[in-house]
């Protein structure tokens, strides 16, 4: 399947809802006829590098196909980034529908359908391509060159037709999974104002919404708001992006007794690669499929995938030589099962000791009173590293008083050395995609 058998799919389904925007719903009828217009009036040179600033509205999904369809190099963003427009040398942007030169036109000229020399990897392609920012929560961003003509090929196998929720963001690897992967299956997409826990809750129930992507992070924060409402509609939750604490999903699925948890795994060098749980509730996962192969190599996980990018513009191939792809997430294997322990990036290595952070911030978001935790490694001349934890605290007490409280209540639950030595208020929760920052600062 290419972008133009992708888009006579869409146009089958016709009279049926395609979007629901702020309330206001689109059919595919409306998308496809808003695409079409944007394929005759855009002014950009095929093969050229875009910007394509926006989210989860139709002006800037039938923009996204639009370029597409001329072979265009997509650059998805939020808000516009000139940083990363120069690291992805992007030549126009598109605001609104509306195109703007972002610097001037290569020699070739308007309509030469020549790519002027770009980076070596745009040359790869053998379409349309897509550049994905890596979210930078644990170090500087990398840019992410992807092949869209690969992506498209694993569209082309029947899924399920439901209404979905698009919690992760449009320059997001997992946002971008939902609608392709909607579209591809005659769903709706419903896309809320914003990702505040009220406001998602609500379009859940307003929309008769069947499917939620999303953070634990979130759901921790929805359940600490009180926010979660056991509807009738919503059958599935797919929650990835960061490891998922036990105790989070115990609460979501006390919360949410008849609705489904099923963890994802993604990255943006890869896209999301299809899984089970082992069980409903449990954080093992099998990760399985024909277009990839899954392997752990002393402690992590390597991953060969059809829809792997092509490379980073701005970093260091991370593939083998035979084709793997080291993701740099530690993985425990148990038969075909695999359970992701975290970042290994992120690992705080006391005394010799390995102590992994989203183990740590899930026993201190157990205890009473902690809103949200943050655990990160800091430098000891003695250890090596200690652990240090910056929490949010809905008991007023002081940093001091909680430490001796967390010590009493983590004895004989966490090994000494994994206890954190020392507290800090939390200033930074998480990022516009849902996920914890971790910073090497306190402050960060």
């Known amino acids: 399947m290419n972008v133009e058998g992708f888009l006579d799919g869409m146009a089958k389904h016709g009279p049926a809802d395609a979007l629901v925007v702020e309330g206001v719903s689109y059919s595919y009828l409306e998308l496809v006829n808003e695409i079409e217009e944007a394929w005759r009036i855009r002014d950009v040179r095929p093969g050229s590098v875009v910007a394509l600033v926006g989210g989860f509205d139709l002006l800037t999904i039938s923009s996204l196909f639009a370029l597409w369809r001329r072979d265009c190099i997509v650059v998805p963003m939020l808000t516009l980034d000139e940083n990363r427009c120069g690291i992805a040398e992007v030549e126009y942007l598109v605001v609104d529908g509306k195109v703007a030169s972002f610097s001037p036109l290569p020699s070739g000229g308007e309509g030469s359908g020549v790519r002027e020399p770009k980076h ?21 961003p990398k840019a992410a060159v992807h092949d869209v003509t690969r992506w498209f090929v694993k569209l082309d196998r029947p899924g399920r037709r439901q209404r979905t929720l698009t919690f992760l963001s449009f320059d997001h690897i997992g946002g971008l999974n939902t609608l392709l992967y909607a579209f591809a299956n005659g769903g709706c997409l419903v896309c809320p104002s914003d990702r505040s826990p009220a406001t998602v809750w609500n379009a859940i129930a307003d929309h008769n919404v069947e499917l939620l992507p999303t953070t634990p992070t979130f759901l921790r ?93 701005n970093a260091p191939s991370p593939f083998t030589q035979d084709g793997w792809l080291r993701t ?52 000891n001349p003695i250890l ?61």
């Open 328 to 379: 740099g997430d530690e993985a425990e294997q148990d038969g075909e099962w695999l359970r992701i322990r975290g970042r290994r990036s992120e690992t705080i290595n006391v005394g010799g000791e390995k102590v992994h952070p989203a183990e740590v911030e899930s026993h201190l978001e157990s205890l009473p009173g902690v809103a949200q935790a943050l655990v990160r490694g800091e430098a």
């Open 384 to 444: 090596g590293q200690v652990v240090v934890a910056s929490v949010s605290l809905t008991t007023g007490e002081s940093t001091e008083a909680f430490r001796a409280r967390m010590r009493a209540e983590l004895k004989g639950k966490l090994p000494r050395y994994a206890i954190p030595q020392r507290i800090e208020p939390l200033q930074h929760e998480v990022t516009n995609r849902g996920k914890k920052i971790r910073n090497p600062s306190p402050l960060g």
């Open 120 to 140: 070596f990897l745009y040359e790869q392609l053998q379409g349309p391509g897509l550049v994905l920012f890596t979210s930078g929560s644990t170090g500087t």
């Open 221 to 313: 924060l929805s359940l600490l708001d009180g926010q979660i409402q056991s509807g009738e509609s919503l059958k599935l939750i797919a929650y990835g992006s960061e490891p998922m604490p036990q105790a989070t999903l115990d609460a979501a699925k006390a919360a949410l007794p008849n609705v489904e948890f099923l963890q994802q795994y993604g990255m943006s060098e890869l896209g999301v690669l299809r899984s089970r749980s082992r069980e409903d509730g449990s954080t093992w996962v099998r990760l399985g499929g024909s277009e990839f192969d899954v392997r752990v190599v002393e402690g992590l996980l390597e991953v060969r995938a059809d829809t792997a990018m092509v490379g980073y513009l």
